[in-house]
Structure formats: C-alpha cells, structure tokens
C-alpha cells in the first residue's frame, strides 16, 4: 500500500483541542506523523490527498449501535422478519452507518443471535465494506422484560432472548459466547415505549440472581457487558457487577451517581435520546407509541429528567457517549449524527465535548479492555478517519449530512475519495 499524505486540511484530533491546519501522514493501515502547518511533511513517494481545506477527524464510533435492527415502526415486525432477509438487512445497514461517517462500532445487541457475529466477520475478512464491528449478543431479558410482546397461546418476537432464572441465564449467555460474540447484552431495566405498562423505565425487570449469573459467566469467559438500564437500581447493579457499559441510566439518582463517580474510569453511559426524543416529540400517531397520551407524557418527562442527570454526569466526570437506538421507522438507520445535537441541546454538553465523546471515548470502549487503536487522529493510531466539510466543533448538525462527510478511510484505505466529494467540485469549479 502507498503512503498517503493528507494535506491542505484543518485536523480536530478527537482529544478537544481545537482544529488547527495540518497534514498527516498515513502509512499502511495506521497514522505514522501528523504535523501542524503546510509543507511539513516530505512529499517524495507519497500519494497525496487534497483535503480542499475541509476538517479532518477520528471516523466516529457509535457505542449503542443496532445494525441488527431492521428499521421497522414496530418491536413485533422486527421479530417476523425471517433469519435470511435479516442477515442481509444488517449486512446493508453496517454499510449505511458507515458511509456516514461511522468507522467502527460496539454493538448494542441485535435482532437475532448470530447477525452481528456474520456480519462482523464479513467486514474482517474484507468481503463486504463497512465498519469495524464489537459484535453483541441480543437482549437477554427475564420474561416480561424489555420486548417481551408474548402473549398467552399467541407467538410473538421482537429481538429478544428470554432466560428466567440464573440456570437458563447461565446457558444463554454461554451459547452466546460459543457462538462467536464480543460482548453480551443483558436488560434488566424497564423500558416505557418496549415494555409499556408492565415494565416501565423506573422498574427492575431481572432479579439479582439472574444478573449475577450472568456476569459470571461473561467475565469468566473475558467477555465485556452492556445493560439496558434506565432504573436507579438497575444501574447499581451495573456498578456492583462490573458491567462496563450502561446504556441509558436516565434515572439515576444522587446516590447511584455519586456511587458511579467514584467508579467512573470503569464505565462508559450511553443515554440513547434520540429515540425518546422521536417517539416524545415525532411520535403521536406513528406506530412505535401510537396515540397513547399517557405513554407520550412519560417519555417527556424522561427526556426531561435525563437532561438534569446528564448534565451532573458531564459535571462529575463521567463518560457519556452520544448515539444509539437508532433502528427503528422513527429513528431509522444513517440518522445516528442527529444524537450529536441532541446531546448539545438536550444534554447540556459542549460541541466539541460530544466530538470527544463520539471520537475517542468511543474508541476507548471499542478497546473492550484491550489496546485502544482508534478514535484519536494520532501517530500509531490505526487510520480510521473522515474529512468533513465545515468545522464539526462549531456545527455538530453538519455530521448529519452524509454529503458532507468528504472522505471516509478507515484501517489506511480510502472508501469514498475527497475528489468525489462537492467541496473539492467546488473548490475546482472556483480556481
Ligand atoms: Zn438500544
């Protein structure tokens, strides 16, 4: 592979620094030099890029991801679409997230056992494009948790896998493990729009038994763990069980955050907005919460208690990671970078907070306790990078917008070139 230098660019480097003009050279898969000014670096034997002065950053990395949903407006109608067609439809959706300036993903579970396992290992041996992919198990959830939609001599599925007791929990999460996944998911919280009335957000849905069953097995075995936990106490246990990502945990109160700022180089949070933001704001009448009033209200007031816990979050020094939940008709896939505004708007944080957020704490997690090689423009860091055209750290919403994602690289090979992009058609078209 040639080494390619990329020049004539503003670098936001993921660390919060503010962009400043640079180049940086790549060589093979991984960032060799980044210097600041123009002409810095040797020319010879190098393929350059132009990058028409646009920004260049850590390709983003999204900790809450569901390629393996299928965009469809209820939970059932994810679960009638049969195995094949659901293969193929992750496969298409890895390829969407990532042509919008998403180069690697820690899945948040999927509709099916095995579809992030089969995609991820489609992308690594280099037979389908798309990001690097931390492949989940599905939902483990106690009956009558989170997407439990059976009824009584009635078959429905959603996307979960239901295990009552920690023997049946301790198999689950053992086939998962046999079956090739980087991280299990377990939800054990209450969820107001997947388990409305029976399970809501503020309500534990597992016993501790089965948790703790679970998260033996998966540590004995290596494996890192995710939760669906938006309850006080489903985020405790999270603590207590050395779960390393939360997802969610809208509802912590005083002393589970004080219980987490003491444990907080251990987790990562992952509040997941936007999709209460849609089914709140976008949803009446839409299938996913249709025209119930009251459920509508209780995601409002979610969304508006988060906003505060958040906001102490960022205050104490938690990592809180922008993205997920996107998957669903409301929220579909390629629409994840909207979660960036949010987090600005909703969330209390900074622009170029969230940018570190969505770059290298992203990429920290992505690690799952290993090397971290990404989500850093950095030398040594492997070359997961986008060029963006604008400044990202004074208009998040630019992220939004695939067509201004001018580059996409990701391990040193260019998957959309700047040439293709309009800034560079612009930028001809002017000289
Ligand atoms: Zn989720």
Redesign the pocket.
Known sequence: MTNKLLTNLMVLDGTGKKPYPGEVLVQGNRIKKVAKGKGALARDGVEVIDGCGATLMPGMVNC?S?VG?FDTATLWQMGELPPEESTLTTLRNARTVFDHGFTALVS??CAKPRLDVVVRNEINAGRAVGPRLRACSP?IIATAGNGDARQLHMHHQTFELIADGPIEMRRTVRTMIREGVDLI?LSFSGDDIGSYPHGLSAMVTMCEDEIAAGCEVAHSRGKWIAA?ARASQAIRWCIKYGIQII??ATLADEGTLDALEAAKDKHWVVP?IG?LYVCAHEGEGQDIVGNNVALINAIDREIEVAGKTMREMRKRGIRVLPF??Y?FAINPHGADARELEHMVNLLGFTPMETLVAATKFGGEAFALGGPVEIGEVRPGYLADLILVDGDPSADVSLLQDKDNILMIMKDGTVFKSPAEGRRARRVVAAE
């Open positions: 809450h569901h949903y948040a579970a939902q998911k669906h997802h969610h997941a999709i997920g939940d998957g």
